[in-house]
């Protein structure tokens, strides 16, 4: 199955989505402690997985694998948050 370029178009049009998504996850309750910096990584890793996603494709595999690492990246902080949160 070929999958669809993505374009800078459907890279902004997804962005309201991805940034309520990111924003509902961390949603801290009345007890929890702000996360300024976390959340600024959040962000930060946001932009830098849109930049990868926009990058030319031919860069022998390490676009791949730092859309990969930076996805992985954004999972942790948001469980991160999640955690200080609870605890």
Do not use: C, W
């Not at 997804?14 to 910096?37: I, N």
């Amino acid at each position: 199955m070929k999958s669809k370029p993505v374009t800078r178009r459907s890279v902004l049009a997804a962005l309201p989505v991805g940034g309520a998504a990111m924003a509902s996850l961390v949603a801290r309750p009345a007890s929890a402690e702000p996360q300024p910096a976390m959340k600024a990584a959040l962000e930060s890793l946001g932009a830098a997985k849109t930049n990868l996603e926009l990058a030319s494709r031919d860069k022998g595999g390490h676009r791949v694998k730092a859309l990969a690492f930076t996805q992985r990246a954004i999972d942790e902080v948001v469980l991160g948050i999640k955690y200080d949160n609870t605890h």
